[in-house]
């Protein structure tokens, strides 16, 4: 889909200017938050943060620019996620790098390092090993790692560009000596028992896939389909723990709102003893099964 002529980018001689015509276009395809992603994208050709774009509102747009802001506009159009786009995005109050090839991370996913620091600092006062399961680009291992800084964290994922992705956002963020980057299927990389287990794995029963969210269908399927039901990875996992969490761990799973009690009750059967909870979202969804042995 190209921009309609009606959102001619070559009258644009000011970087407000760019920026309406940006928010126009963005308005016309149905774009959510569209002002703010006007801001980042034009903020993104010209190289300067959203709050330096402000204050240059009134400067000229550079011409040599017009034409990279129009075919990202032309992107966006065509629902490709705006943190692909601009090569970043924040969680938990942090900046990430990502790209194509690694699922985004989401702020639902906030709920699950909320809990994995409440459950370290409470149960482990010398600092857990924290492995992280399916780590995409490390979002959920460097918050840990900053937030808990006695913790170690092992980041596991089976995808390369996901790898290379935490390995920079680690250095990025100064927490690469205490996170171990390993690659491989689930907890199969692990070479000793952890403290804490936190996954954020695919769990989009695999019919509603195709019926996702036009952004989403442009992140790795592989991140995403969880099987017939949603939980056929996570039961790999489950499977798993025996050898890899210690007794008295813990384990956090994230999970769709209406898996949240199957879920649960299947960690119950096949771990009877351990003790079960539902964390819900910010938006009140049940988002977290957690099991603590």
């Known amino acids: 889909m190209a921009i309609s002529s009606e959102y001619s980018f070559y009258s644009v001689k000011t970087v407000q200017q760019a920026v309406r015509q940006v928010l126009n276009a963005l308005v016309y395809e149905g774009i959510d938050e569209a002002h703010l992603e006007a801001d980042l994208l034009v903020a993104h050709v010209l190289g300067i943060s959203r709050t330096e774009l402000f204050a240059r509102l009134p400067d000229t747009f550079p011409e040599g620019s017009i034409f990279a802001l129009m075919l990202l506009v032309n ?37 699950l390092v ?20 399916g780590c995409g680009c490390g979002a ?27 390995a920079l956002n680690s250095d990025k963020h100064n927490v690469r000596e205490r996170v171990a980057i390993d690659e491989g299927d689930l907890l199969s990389p692990v070479d000793k028992p952890v403290e804490i287990v ?11 896939v195709h019926s996702l969210q036009a952004e989403v269908l442009h992140e790795p399927q592989e991140a995403l389909d969880g099987g017939y039901d949603g939980l056929q990875v996570i039961r790999r996992l489950l499977e798993q723990l025996p050898q890899k969490l210690v007794s008295g761990g813990a384990l956090l799973l ?10 649960a009750d299947e960690v119950g059967k096949m771990y009877p003893k351990s003790e079960l909870r539902i964390l819900q979202d910010l938006t009140r969804r049940d988002r977290v099964v957690e099991a603590l042995f």
């Open 198 to 208: 936190v996954a954020n794995l695919p769990y989009i029963r695999s019919r509603n």
């Open 114 to 133: 909320d809990e994995a620091i409440r459950v370290a600092r409470k149960r482990y006062a010398c600092g857990p090993a924290i492995a992280d399961v």
């Open 254 to 263: 994230e999970c769709d709102p209406d898996q949240a009690s199957v879920l």
């Open 140 to 166: 959920i291992a460097v918050s840990l790692a900053l937030h808990l800084p006695q913790s170690r964290i092992y980041a596991v994922d089976s995808n390369p560009v996901a790898l290379d992705l935490t």
């Open 75 to 111: 992107r966006r159009c065509n629902r490709e996620p705006l943190a692909y786009l601009i090569g970043w995005r924040e969680f938990y109050g942090l900046c990430f790098t990502v790209r194509s090839g690694v699922l985004i991370p989401r702020q639902e996913t906030e709920t």
